[in-house]
């Protein structure tokens, strides 16, 4: 069946680091793909989203690019601030079903 | 504009007790979501319409759980019997329910359910 698979957190980093969140996914069609961000007491909203193979997708300085020979869409940002404290979700959604298919989220929290 | 809003943000029952939770969707989305998020874990989906009929509805866990959408707007998630591990936080979300690929689902901040 459809899967996603995301780096298992906690994630603990420094301001002005660099991040990557990985993602992998298996699919038995052909998927768009999305990043979502719980802040702390906060619903999940949308960070960013790719449709077609090799697209990328950006929002507030993070960038993900839909990679369909490695099955990946991992999330970056080259220098993290302490409001990106979160947790992020990779999600895909196959076309048709109009069901997205969630990672367990990965909690990422930023020190000053 | 108003986001997707689910009453109430917080209820706690006791095992075998009767519980409906409520989605008010962004006005004028036609497709409506429901998922469930147990702690540590993504949301699952559990239901979907389109209009006011469940267009999929695979991921109902079982015939305790139920959901209606009479006039293709709010909808109401009614689970009989509840049992412990029903806790959760039920969530909603709503698109436009425009054909195209990739269509955005907004989320609702959630029903955060606890049996007791």
């Known amino acids: 069946g459809d899967s996603v698979t995301q780096m298992e957190g906690p994630v603990t980093l420094s301001e002005e680091a660099f991040l990557t969140i990985n993602c992998t996914y298996t699919a038995t069609g052909y998927p768009s793909l999305f990043w979502y961000v719980q802040y702390p007491g906060e619903g999940l909203q949308l960070l960013l989203k790719a449709t077609k193979a090799d697209d990328k997708g950006s929002n507030k300085g993070f960038e993900a690019t839909y990679r369909k020979e490695t099955t990946s869409f991992h999330l970056e940002k080259g220098s993290v601030q302490v409001s990106d404290s979160a947790v992020y979700f990779c999600a895909l959604l196959i076309q048709g079903a109009q069901k997205l298919v969630f990672g367990q989220g990965t909690r990422l929290t930023i020190n000053p | 504009g108003a986001g997707v809003s689910q009453t109430p943000s917080n209820k706690v029952t006791e095992k075998g007790k009767y519980v409906e939770l409520r989605c008010d969707p962004i006005?004028?989305?036609?497709?409506l979501y429901w998922y469930r998020q147990s702690l540590g874990q993504g949301p699952e989906f559990l239901i979907y319409?389109?209009?006011?009929?469940?267009?999929?509805d695979s991921g109902l866990p079982n015939d305790r759980f139920f959901a209606v959408r009479p006039e293709g707007s709010v909808s109401t998630l009614k689970i009989q019997r509840t049992e412990r591990g029903d806790s959760a936080v039920y969530l909603c979300?709503?698109?436009?329910?425009?054909?195209?690929?990739?269509?955005?689902?907004?989320f609702g901040p959630g029903t955060r359910l606890l049996v007791l």
């Open positions: 979300a709503s698109s436009s329910g425009q054909p195209g690929r990739g269509e955005t689902q907004y």
């Open positions: 006005s004028g989305h036609t497709a």
């Open positions: 319409f389109q209009g006011t009929g469940a267009a999929d």
